[in-house]
Antibody, heavy 126, light 107 residues
Framework: EVQLVESGGGLVQPGGSLRLSCAASRFTFSSYWMHWVRQGPGKGLVWVSRISSNGSSTSYADSVKGRFTISRDNAENTLYLQMNSLRAEDTAVYYC???????????????????WGQGTTVTVSS | SYELTQPPSVSVSPGQTVSITCSGDKLGDRYAYWYQQKPGQSPVLVIFQDNKRPSGIPERFSGSNSGNTATLTISGTQAMDEADYYCQAWDTSTAYVFGTGTTVTVL
């Protein structure tokens, strides 16, 4: 079964840093664009960041731009999220997510986020 | 920034049909996606590109998208369908925006 397993969450003080990891298995990780999506306590889903299959292209939500960095190691089948200058409002469950998409005749087709990890909890508090 | 608005909650009796709306500016010009999230679980994609069902999603889930509104419809609702549902829109300018979420209660 296709699997994504996040780790690295925990309690951190405001202004601190944390690095999340996501281990992918049972699919060709290097072929897929990947995302981080977060969900604050009792709140909705919020897209955080995305990285292309080879890591050459990244994008971020405005709320994390300049503070978070997404990266990947295709040799190790692992996705990362480096989070710096953490704020209380970054407190959330962070999901690692696989994107299903295709490219045909140079056009990109997004088919949705088809595989989600179980999430890792980040709490920013003093 | 682009916003998608959903009703906070809807209720339905078992076996009946329920529709969940998702409103956004010219949403019909973009593709809409729907995710189901049961308590304590990760989200699951139930509709992509407006009206397509991923493998394993029951036929009772259907979707449409026109004008400023996308709609997820659950026909013959079952107790197991009780969950939070989130819409998502995508295009090259919208990127990946989620709706505010709707709690479906099966009474």
């Amino acid at each position: 079964e296709v699997q994504l397993v996040e780790s690295g969450g925990g309690l951190v003080q405001p202004g601190g840093s944390l690095r999340l990891s996501c281990a992918a298995s049972r699919f060709t990780f290097s072929s897929y664009w990947m995302h981080w999506v977060r969900q604050g306590p009792g709140k909705g889903l919020v897209w955080v960041s995305r990285i292309s299959s080879n890591g050459s292209s990244t994008s971020y939500a405005d709320s994390v731009k300049g503070r978070f960095t997404i990266s990947r190691d295709n040799a190790e089948n692992t996705l990362y999220l480096q989070m710096n200058s953490l704020r209380a409002e970054d407190t959330a469950v962070y999901y690692c997510v696989r994107e299903d998409s295709t490219t045909s005749r140079g056009k990109y087709y997004y088919h949705g986020m088809d595989v989600w990890g179980q999430g890792t909890t980040v709490t920013v508090s003093s | 920034s682009y916003e998608l608005t959903q009703p906070p909650s809807v209720s339905v009796s078992p076996g009946q049909t329920v529709s969940i709306t998702c409103s956004g500016d010219k949403l019909g010009d973009r593709y809409a996606y729907w995710y189901q999230q049961k308590p304590g679980q990760s989200p699951v994609l139930v509709i992509f590109q407006d009206n397509k069902r991923p493998s394993g999603i029951p036929e009772r889930f259907s979707g449409s998208n026109s004008g400023n509104t996308a709609t997820l419809t659950i026909s013959g609702t079952q107790a197991m369908d009780e969950a939070d549902y989130y819409c998502q829109a995508w295009d090259t300018s919208t990127a990946y925006v989620f709706g505010t979420g709707t709690t479906v209660t099966v009474l």
